[in-house]
């Protein structure tokens, strides 16, 4: 599928149907995954259903992390 | 590139970046900035596109190690560690209140929070209200349409009294705001404050959680029971849209911390990291010499008076057995016949050392009136639960018989 993160266009092929925000999370291995918001199509996303929450085609991703060190 | 320049190799060397060197203790990294190799990673990192360190005023990853260690063993979502106690207490209301709020607060409160609320908060407009933590209605009748949040101490320092926390956590949620519990006095291995339904926890990293006396430090860690999207606190509120649970900790953190500078050092927080790892012998020890000084205290002629949880006459001991697992932590209070009498007993002691400070390896004295609380009036000494007849002391780690034998010698010379 071709979904859009952080602003940036990519391919997922994880030779599976159904990806999650979980699995989304390990592919990508994305830092501090405990530490990290997901917004999901301009949603936020509760933690516990990042197990549950798929990813479709044509989606946007963006990982924001507010307690890490930027401003 | 051609060999460099003398000077410019003194100070550029590649050494063991990006080595997994698989260490297994926390490497202290005393780095004031990080660098980045490209533009667009340092713009992502600042944006919070990207996790990473910028500058160790606002994170640092030895002080990350601690937070992640210190939410562990709270079952928390995150924490903030910052330079002290004190520093965490400030931040965590900084970052709930503005001026015309309101805080609801249990009487008897260390002095240095007492202070910070009375005298630096009151004056930039965020209003106390203290309360008796045993009146529950008045607790509840306390609470209006400006409280912004409730904070107590787990173990009153040093009036030692105990707070029911899960009725308290109920009323903190029938009226919206959050319950901040101060749990220096009994750590996470006595108290598992999530459970009982604390909202925000703060530990002064500098007593028992370190365990040595050497190092000034503190914390506050989200246990994740509150909805910040509910909050009445505007900034968290509108903060938790994008940012979800974590909103009060980024708060805390990148606009309360970032701007008033009360970082924590990275060398301090590896001696905090080294602590934790002995927090839960520690604690047994600490307890069980707490309650054997008591027993020993409470059959002296001299005491007129001991208060310490784990007597079984104590009005807390039922609810500190429930909230602590049947254990009472190492602080005590006695009393003995007046100031004179507590200053002579003081100056007799040996191995007991008489500083202000609590859970250090070492057991500690102190007389509060004249020290940590010399500038309360009588009816701020009384709402704490002391006198100028009462001395204040954590018990350590040494050899009980040890403890006792230093207790006598010094009580028979008064």
Known sequence: MKITISGKKEVIDTGVEKVTISNLLTL?????????????????????DFSIREINDGDTVEFLYFMGGGS | MNRLEFETRAIHDDFLQGQSIKATQVPVYESASFSYDDAESIADVFSGKRFGYIYSRISNP?????ERRLSNLENGI????????????????????????????????FSGTYYLFQELFQKYGVETTYVDIDDLDSLRNSIDNRTRLIFVESIGNPGMKIPDIQALSHIARESNVPLIVDSTLTTPYLLKSKEYGVDIIIHSLTKYLTGNGS??????????????????????????QKAGQYAFLGVARKQVLQYTGSCLSPANARQHILGLETLHLRMERHCLNGIKLAEYLSHNDKVRNVNYPGLKDNPYHSIANKQFSNKHGGVLTMSLKSQEKCFKFISKLSLVKNQANIGDARTLIIHPASTIFHEYSKNELQDLGIDDSCIRISAGLENIKDIINDFDQALKEV
């Open chain 1, 28 to 48: 990508k291995n994305v830092e501090m995954p405990e530490m990290v918001s997901v917004e999901l199509n301009g949603s936020i996303i509760a933690r516990e």
């Open chain 2, 215 to 240: 190092t000034i430090g503190g914390a506050i860690i989200d246990t994740g029971n509150y909805d910040w999207g509910q909050s009445f606190s505007g900034n968290v509120k509108e903060i938790s």
């Open chain 2, 78 to 109: 995150g924490a903030v560690a910052v330079s002290s106690g004190m520093a965490a207490i400030a931040t965590a209301i900084f970052a709930l209140t503005k001026s015309g709020d309101r805080i609801i607060a249990a009487k008897g409160l």
């Open chain 2, 62 to 66: 030895t002080v990350t190690a601690l």
